[in-house]
Every structure is written in C-alpha cells, then in structure tokens.
C-alpha cells in the first residue's frame, strides 16, 4: 500500500482554468485529466489524503467523481469543502476532516493561516498542505504543497513529498 497526497483539483470550478496555468481548455476535459492522471498513479489498495478543494460539484456528481477515483480516500477540509454541503455527507470519503496529524506530519490545507493564528515563534510542524496552488511548493522547508498545480495534476507519493523537509 502506498500513501499519497494531493489538493486542490477544484472539480467543476471553471474560473480555475483562468486563475492557473492548468493545460486543459474546458473543466470536462480538466475532470477527465486529473481523474487520469490520478488513476495511472493510484492502486485500490493505496490511501490517498485529499487536502481540501476537491469539488465545486454538486453531491451526486462529486460522489460520480469519486467512485471513478482508485484508493481509499481521506478529505482533510479545505476552503471551498462543505460550504453548500458539496463535499461531505458523500459516501466515497473514508474519512472527513479539518485537520489531521499522520506519521508526525499534520494535514491542513491552509498551512500559512495556521502559522500565523499560532503564532510564529512557537515553532511550526511539518505540514503538508494545498491552498497557494502555484505560489510555492516548499515554503520554509516546513510546509510542502501537495496541490496538483506543483505536481504535474497527479498525486504526490508520502515519500517523495516528504524528501522536501529534507
């Protein structure tokens, strides 16, 4: 089993097309291209942490996506998760939540509002997050954005991510 992260597909989000450097034309041809990408990757077996701003589908067509989606699939909230209910209360989800620490490493999709809440002279975790799409991929050599506009569409394995901290 392999563990994977990834963020920030923005399923059914047209104005994301504008707002990035995404290679696809139409958000069809986007679902199509991130769902591709994520299956040549993603065994059934493997677990994969969503880390929030999947879907700006409605429920039934979210549910749609992630039935088509190999693995066994982890939403850590982002922003635009749960406003209107799109993304939870799905039964494709083996878990939903707003934070969550695995192998010492916290999940949180908006890592730089976390450190300022907390301040920054309380020292940061090691964070794998979204949020920034392609602003940055490794900021402060804490916090390594797993979004797929900094990995090529496709999920990032644990351990190539984690090489990032190094």
Same mark, same amino acid.
């Given at each position: 089993m392999t563990k994977w992260l990834t963020a920030d597909h923005h399923f059914g989000h047209r104005n994301i097309l504008e707002f990035t450097s995404r290679p696809w034309k139409t958000v069809d041809q986007m679902e199509v291209g991130l769902m591709? $990408?994520?299956n040549e990757r993603v065994k059934e077996e493997d677990e994969v942490y969503v880390i929030g701003d999947f879907s700006f589908n409605d429920r039934w067509e979210t549910n749609r996506i992630l039935r088509g989606l190999k693995g066994t $699939? +982890?939403? %850590?909230? /982002? *922003?635009?998760d749960g406003t209107v209910g799109r993304n939870l209360g799905i039964e494709g989800w083996g878990s939903v939540n707003k934070m969550m620490e695995v192998d010492g490493v916290v999940l949180m999709h908006d890592a730089l509002w976390w450190a300022a809440r907390n301040g920054w002279q309380r020292g940061w975790p090691k964070m794998f997050c /979204? +949020? %920034?799409h392609e602003s940055w991929k490794v900021c402060w050599g804490r916090f390594v *954005?797993? /979004?797929?506009?900094q990995w090529g569409g496709a999920p990032v394995s644990w351990e190539e991510a984690s090489k990032c901290f190094e």
């Open positions: 591709e $990408k994520w $699939k +982890h939403l %850590v909230m /982002g *922003n635009h /979204g +949020h %920034v *954005n797993v /979004g797929v506009d």
